[in-house]
């Protein structure tokens, strides 16, 4: 059971908006930011967005984040075959004293 | 580039010890926190501890608080995970990761990882 709550799969057509929500508490979203990574299979997880809704040089600006209260979201714009990976949220737990992850959420391109 | 190569995985029998090595490269390896994440086959990531740029700071996940150890050696630009009393449960991916600046920001760089194999 994992600390963040995510849905375990999402599904969209290309060029469709996806979103895909991270829910959590006072003790870590509700207080801290929250992060997003990508993992492609077989590869290691990718920094998508930090700090609630900040994009690293090199990921397109069809992928988003957004936060509110002890909830964010990770928005995915003009949907693509290449975009199929598990996404996954994370933020730092003050009651933990820890990082805590989602479950993450399984993407799939129809 | 950033570069984190993870070594010293394998298969082990309960109960015993392994120790992980994550050699860096391409930016200041003193300056910035690194963490250890893991990742059991067809399950999520998990994070497994964090130490400050200076080593003087560490925090564990509760499942292996006790059992593993983080350091570095800022002139080797070397992390290290010292895992003891291993279990079933800690068979994973273990990644070396750098955070973006101290512990609590985001892990920009992922090294590909190693596996461990705990198992009789």
Request: aromatic share 16%; glycine share 12%.
């Given at each position: 059971q994992s600390v963040l709550t995510q849905p375990p799969s999402a599904s969209g057509t290309p060029g469709q908006r996806v979103t895909i929500s991270c829910s959590g508490s006072s003790s870590n979203i509700g207080s801290n930011t929250v992060n997003w990574y990508q993992q492609l299979p077989g590869t290691a997880p990718k920094l998508l967005?930090?700090?609630?809704?900040e994009r690293p040089?090199?990921?397109?600006?069809r992928f988003s984040g957004s936060k509110s209260g002890t909830s964010a979201s990770l928005a995915i714009s003009?949907?693509?075959?290449?975009?199929?990976a598990d996404y996954y949220c994370a933020s730092w737990d003050d009651s933990l004293n820890g990082w805590v992850f989602g479950g993450g959420t399984k993407l799939t391109v129809l | 580039q950033v570069q984190l190569v993870e070594s010293g995985g394998g298969v082990v029998q309960p109960g015993t010890s392994l120790r992980l090595s994550c050699a860096a490269s391409?930016?200041?390896?003193?300056?910035y926190g690194m963490h250890w994440v893991r990742q059991a086959p067809g399950q999520g990531l998990e994070w497994v501890a964090v130490t400050s740029y200076d080593g003087r700071s560490k925090y564990y996940s509760d499942s292996v608080k006790g059992r593993f150890t983080i350091s570095r050696d800022n002139s080797k630009n070397t992390l290290f995970l010292q895992m003891s009393s291993?279990?079933?449960?800690?068979?994973a991916v273990y990644y070396c990761v750098k955070d973006g600046?101290?512990?609590?920001?985001?892990?920009d760089y992922w090294g590909q990882g190693t596996l461990v194999t705990v198992s009789s």
């Open positions: 967005i930090y700090s609630n809704d040089s090199g990921v397109p600006d003009g949907l693509q075959s290449d975009d199929e | 391409g930016f200041k390896f003193s300056s291993l279990r079933a449960e800690d068979t600046l101290g512990i609590k920001y985001y892990f």
